[in-house]
């Protein structure tokens, strides 16, 4: 993975990791242990859905990026409805506290999608491949003449 998408993908993960810990302190001391670990939970499958959602459209990108749009758009939809699933998954599970579980996979992919919007916003990507710009009279080009 090129350094500008491993950087996009640290500073949206990092957030996101923040924000369940936030979410997994506040539900341990409303719900109890069961609370914390469905925060947990909920923060973990966020950041593994969306991190390989980042490595696809990253990968996409590269060989097509005529498709990358569509690619995007048919990524997040894909993954809003299988977040939806796991919602509906672990709805009576008593393993963890489902409320917990639902809240925190809605805060954390808020967050992801706040973060990752930041992060493209900060990014400093060429959209434009400059021209090489013409050697000045007397210099070497480089090449063996």
Known sequence: MPSNDARSLLLTAVPTAAAGAIAA??????????????????????????????VVLQRTAKQFPQLFQAMGLMLYTTQLLVLFVFVAMFKNTTLFNPKAFAATLVAATVVWVAAQARAHMKAKVLYVEPEPSAPRQGEKTGSAT
């Open 25 to 54: 302190v506040i539900s341990g001391v409303v719900a109890g242990g069961k609370g914390a670990l469905g925060a947990a939970v909920g923060a973990l499958v966020v950041i593994v859905f969306m991190g390989i959602g980042i």
